[in-house]
């Protein structure tokens, strides 16, 4: 058995280099003053001082506030692109040859609008670049946290689709030149359809009068794109819910102000998937998606415009501002828990969709040692090993699917801050066969 255990310190890998395009930007929390609600499901006073999205008296299900949310600037996504102090060890950590399948990475961080394929052994193979200044027409960026690319998605020809968040959605090919770019409020995730149609998440402002009648909040939408970026259609995530069986729900929510549901991730389910999962009414095309701040997991039919399956309701709490769900191999939700650990910290949950059980959890020992506020991204791969991009750390590692041992460990040299004293929020990781196109 080979294992390495090394260390690269800065100076960086050729392509993967730090960056210090805005000074540092931390992630703060806010509480938001709660509105009366309609219907008289929850007095004006209710609420809990934590920020808890739903009713006291139903405890469980987590809605966690940020700073700046208010009307004012519903559009605002105040995630940093570095919080932690920059480790002095980077690059790869830890390689247990024997106990890993062989293939590429696919990463994007928090310090610039790039993405890379990292090799097993940690180096970069093949890097896009495209800064937001350089897109046609682009209007003036709220913040740096729309500088970078937030999610990409890799296809087969070694385009990439990239997002800015709140801001654009582009497609560079191989060589980074500008294929498309829509100026376009997409945020956090996007995925392929087989027709080659793309699926992203987007927002606006509207009134929904069942969640505050006296003004606007956040309404999180399913945009879909044809492959060159012209907008084909559009699915409002409230309208969705509230036309739903699980509409009732709503009556419960003590949070009725700015981003309310937080939707932060999208998969488009195929046939094995939506055959795994296993739940009533669910079929292949419709999508699951993570709403955040309700602590809910969701499927949703956008041609009828329904939430058909949800993972839960208000009294029932199994994991705390979650990210990135899909359905297992086993036919449970994998889901990255951010903050249901020990002391928040995070933690890997399998949980089973028809009875709500934890069929499997992984946290780290000591708990401490994975702990990621924000983001986060979690694969099960071929192997039944789980890759996992602990986003605030800048950390990507991979986990044996039986032991729990991670079997390999990266940690990303790239960096932010005023004096490259933070390590860059790594936004994902997802693990890819070698392509074709890069035998050329």
Avoid: K
Avoid at 169 to 194: E, F, I, T
Avoid at 420 to 429: H, K, P, R, S, V
């Amino acid at each position: 058995m080979w294992i390495w255990t090394g260390a690269r310190h800065r100076p960086t890998p050729a392509g993967w280099r730090g960056r210090r395009p805005w000074s540092r930007l931390l992630l703060s929390a806010s509480l938001l003053a709660l509105s009366a609600c309609e219907g008289g499901g929850v007095p004006p006073d209710a609420g809990d001082p934590t920020g808890r999205g739903w009713a006291t008296d139903q405890p469980g299900l987590f809605g966690f506030r940020r700073m700046g949310e208010g009307a004012g600037d519903l559009g605002a996504i105040g995630y940093a692109t570095g919080s932690e102090q920059a480790p002095a060890a980077t690059g790869l950590l830890r390689w247990d040859r024997d106990r890993t399948a062989d293939g590429l990475t696919l990463m994007c961080s928090g310090d610039a609008a790039e993405a890379v394929l990292l090799s097993m052994e940690g180096q970069v193979v093949h890097r896009w670049a495209r800064p937001y200044s350089d897109l046609p027409s682009a209007p003036p960026a709220e913040g740096p946290h729309q500088l970078p690319w937030r999610r990409v998605r890799l296809l087969q020809d070694g385009s990439l689709l990239a997002i800015h968040s709140g801001r654009a959605l582009v497609c560079v090919d191989r060589d980074s030149g500008l294929r498309w770019a829509v100026m376009d409020r997409v945020h956090h995730d996007l995925d392929v359809a087989p027709d080659g149609s793309i699926l992203a998440l987007a927002r606006t402002e509207a009134r929904v009068p069942r969640v505050n009648a006296e003004e606007p909040i956040v309404d999180d939408l399913v945009v879909r794109y044809a492959p060159d970026g012209t907008r084909l259609s559009t699915v409002s995530l409230w309208d969705a819910f509230a036309s739903s069986a699980y509409a009732d729900l709503i009556d419960q929510l003590t949070v009725r102000s700015g981003d309310v549901m937080h939707a932060n991730s999208i998969d488009l389910l195929d046939e094995r998937e939506a055959a795994r999962l296993g739940a009533p009414g669910v079929t292949a095309g419709q999508v699951l998606v993570c709403l955040r701040d309700l602590d809910l997991v969701v499927a949703v039919d956008l041609d009828a415009g329904q939430f058909t399956w949800i993972s839960g309701g208000p009294s029932v709490s199994r994991w705390r501002a979650p990210h990135d769900p899909s359905v297992a191999s086993d036919g449970s939700i994998l889901i990255f828990d951010n903050r249901g650990g020990l002391a928040e910290t995070s933690r890997l949950l399998r949980v089973d969709p028809a009875t709500g059980s934890i069929r499997w959890r992984w946290a780290a020992t000591p708990a401490s040692a994975f702990a990621s506020f924000f983001c986060g991204t979690v694969q099960e791969l071929p192997s039944g090993n789980l890759l996992v991009a602990e986003s605030t750390q800048g950390r990507a590692f991979e986990i044996e699917g039986t032991s729990g041992e991670v079997v390999w460990e990266f940690v990303s040299p790239r960096v932010t801050g005023e004096a490259d004293e933070l390590i860059a929020a790594l936004f994902m990781a997802e693990r890819l066969p070698r392509p074709a196109w890069l035998q050329r």
